[in-house]
């Protein structure tokens, strides 16, 4: 985590300090960082945003797809299960229908399945019912039955559903685990029913875990395409996770009214989004093409982290802003009229993150730069 702070700490300087080391098309002057006798080199690639960039990335995007072992299942008929209530109705015969007395409410005539999966039932004894189908079990009873009663006329269903359930958990309103019932129950009509805590979802990061495997689901993504998750049944002991979404943020700071931290509710959130929630640019400060996107601070030991640039005095900007998509943990930074030092920068950073205590006995050193 601390490398990850000194590493972004390096990236705000590196942006800061535009008007001495950055150059469209070109490396970034490497900068160093060293802190308890460690140096570490970063190096950053500056990237203007223009209409090219954005068909490039649009063109190698991958459309949101279903796995297609989701859409394979289909479910069958209910099996009934331990923990399942049955209203068995024998026409012409109350005292078997209803031995409770036929003013009772269903549920006092009910014939729970027991824990062995077997349930018990006049002249027929106990029955094996579990796995079994409505039907399999209707016809097993009135098989037994007609030794006794004359051409039974039996009708059987399920008043209470105890033995297949899905669970939730995460940002939804209800997280009460639902039953799987004779009738199926789709992704949708889950979700529908949990309801979604919209203000702290991550509708980007849904999880579907079946047997073992988690299926990583965009609900954002998904809810746009023809019939989205609506054929995504379920099955028992299927578990749905909704993140929320504190964990992914962009931080836009520097030059705007407010800064701050903008957590992602779906995956399509834009540059000019980001910028508009936090006020869009100060009018009296910020210098209008020094608009930055700081990409990929985490992982620079893999590769060199993005720096893209917005001309915002272009007149094509707004545009270009608002097909720009940022990232989690993308930092967008608006710089002032003049460079800022980096005092005044951290300055800046405060509200925003822990940044004050990591760094406070860091050294910065700028090569060839001393503001």
Known sequence: ????????????????????????????????????????AARFQLVTITPKLLAMDRATAVPTAIPPELLAFEPGSYRIGAGDSLYITVW????????????????????????DGTLFYPYVGLLKAEGMTIEELRAAITEKLAKYVEKPQVDLSVISYGSQRITLRGAFMKTEPQPITVTPLSLSQAIGLAQINTDQADLSGLVLTRDGHDYHLDLDALSHQPHGFDNIWLKAGDQIFLPYNDRKEVYVVGEVVRPMAIPFKTTDLSLSQALGRAGGLNEVTAKGKAVYVIRGVEDMEKGPAMVYQLQAESPTAFALASQFPVRPGDVVFVGPAEITRWNRFLAQLLPFSGLISNLSTAKINFLGNNN
């Open 1 to 40: 985590m601390k490398k990850n702070l000194r590493a972004l700490a390096v990236a705000f300087v590196a942006v800061s300090l535009h008007a001495c080391v950055l150059a469209p098309g070109q490396h970034v002057n490497t900068l160093t960082l060293s802190r308890q006798g460690s140096v570490e």
């Open 92 to 115: 012409e015969h109350p005292e078997l229908t209803s031995p409770a007395g036929p003013q009772q409410q269903p549920s006092a005539n009910g014939r729970l399945v027991r824990t």
